[in-house]
Nanobody, 129 residues
């Protein structure tokens, strides 16, 4: 099985930056697609970004395009989310997830309840205005 551990969350003022990391262990990291979700207080968890097994394909929700960058270092078994120009509405618990069934992001599957089986514990990002 795969274990995921997020880090890098914290408090930042609007306009600032944070870099989240997701360290994976347990299986060959480079075999599967990975991504980030977030859940704001009182809201449902939403998709943020995804990256294919090689890093060659990336995907973003419209609200973060141009501000967030997802990347991965397969040699270090780690995925990243660089978040720039942060806004108060980015405040949420950020979770990383792994798709053990596919090396590529498949939107309709990722958004289906229960499809993604491996999740990290989450890291809190708070953006103050």
């Amino acid at each position: 099985q795969v274990q995921l551990v997020e880090s890098g969350g914290g408090w930042v003022q609007a306009g600032g930056s944070l870099r989240l990391s997701c360290a994976a262990s347990g299986r060959t990291f480079s075999n599967y697609a990975m991504g980030w979700f977030r859940q704001a207080p009182g809201k449902e968890r939403e998709f943020v970004a995804a990256i294919s097994w090689s890093g060659g394909n990336t995907y973003y929700v419209d609200s973060v395009k141009g501000r967030f960058t997802i990347s991965r270092d397969n040699a270090k078994n780690t995925m990243y989310l660089q978040m720039n120009s942060l806004k108060p509405e980015d405040t949420a618990v950020y979770y990383c997830a792994a798709d053990l069934k596919s090396p590529f992001f498949v939107r309709n599957k990722w958004l289906s309840a229960g499809y993604l089986e491996v999740w990290g514990q989450g890291t809190l990002v708070t953006v103050s205005s």
